[in-house]
């Protein structure tokens, strides 16, 4: 007997990301002028703060909340802390609670949960009922920056530590096509620049006057004399926390060019390492029909005062994307 067709159910994945996640903002709005409607909804970290707007009915009122933050806003959601991470992220929680909905996630307008991470077993926990707002808190519970949450027994954190972009929660909550949102795919490429090439003119022109080419680490040197980049105000803020701040002197001139990350942007950079290596192997043991990639390294972890740009490379990666979802979606 031949079984009756169907339409698709269609699952949405938002990885995690720290301040890149506002580019969540700029597919979800593309895929809605695109006519496309997510049935079931699901997020990791920074994606589980986003999709859990969307899934709320509020994507366009928190849009301009985020659209509003400056550095100053940012700064005053900090409450800093002396154990668990350096922020309890109370603030931020609290300021969710009175300005947009919390409600059982079982009664979410769009059917929605969170992805975290057991900090005892390192077990991966779906938050698929109570409250929205603490399942997002427990999602974003970042090791060393915010607090862990107690929930149900376990000391919960966060969720990109074991799937940062959870397309198999969204299969297990009955996707048929996963939309997945990747946004550390190019996160190597804020360290790696290609090298120059000169061109067989230049080459010809140094031989002439007995010079040699310019060689790839000469050229590296002589960039890296040039003067440095102003220090992100993340570093000027850690600077001021004892403890917390940059290393030791360098202990040679040549590593004297190269400036030593806080310890914050040790801990964040190498978590993001993690999160990209474990993103890989878990979409190609259950690929996704549809990856978004926004292009989003140029963005650091804590620029959350540089939404406009994170929310445009969201939109333009997933018009990039949606010729190759065409197939899967009846005409």
């Given amino acids: 007997m031949a079984l009756a067709r169907r339409t698709p159910k269609l699952g949405l994945a938002l990885g995690s990301g720290s301040a890149r996640g506002w580019s969540h903002i700029g597919v979800l709005r593309a895929l809605q002028e695109a006519g496309i409607q997510p049935d079931v909804v699901c997020g990791s970290s920074i994606g589980a703060l986003v999709g859990a707007a969307y899934a709320a009915g509020e994507l366009e009122r928190f849009a301009d909340w985020v659209l509003g933050l400056g550095m100053r806003d940012v700064f005053g959601f900090m409450d800093f802390n002396l154990a668990g991470g350096m922020l309890k992220g109370e603030k931020l929680i609290s300021f969710w609670r009175r300005n947009f909905a919390d409600f059982d996630i079982e009664n979410a307008p769009r059917p929605f949960a ?31 920056l915010f607090t862990p949450v107690l929930r149900d027994g376990r000391m ?37 620049q290609p090298l120059e090439v000169q061109s067989p003119e230049v080459v010809q022109s140094t031989a002439e006057v007995g010079l ?42 040549a590593a004297s060019s190269l400036p030593t990350p806080s310890v914050l942007d040790v801990v964040m950079t190498s978590v993001n390492i993690m999160q990209m290596r474990i993103t890989r192997s878990r979409m190609a043991g259950d690929p996704p029909e549809l990856v978004i ?28 994307a949606l010729p190759g979802l065409a197939h899967w979606l009846p005409a």
């Fill in 114 to 144: 969170a992805v975290a991470t057991d900090l005892h077993s390192g077990a991966e926990v779906w938050l698929r009922d109570g409250s929205i707002a603490d399942a997002v808190r427990a999602s974003i519970a970042l090791p060393g």
């Fill in 212 to 253: 040699p080419p310019k060689s790839a680490t000469a050229m590296a040197a002589a960039s890296a004399s040039e003067s440095p980049a102003p220090a992100p105000w993340t570093t000027r803020l850690l600077s001021m926390l004892p403890g917390v701040g940059s290393g030791a002197a360098p202990q040679s001139a």
């Fill in 156 to 192: 919960l954190v966060d969720g990109g530590l074991v799937n940062p972009v959870p397309a198999s929660l969204a299969r297990a909550m009955g996707a048929d096509i996963v939309i997945a949102v990747d946004l550390n795919a190019d996160i190597l490429q804020r360290h790696m």
């Fill in 293 to 320: 990639a926004p292009r989003l390294a140029h963005l650091g972890l804590l620029d959350f005062h540089r939404a406009q740009e994170a929310i445009d490379a969201g939109y333009a990666a997933t018009q990039a």
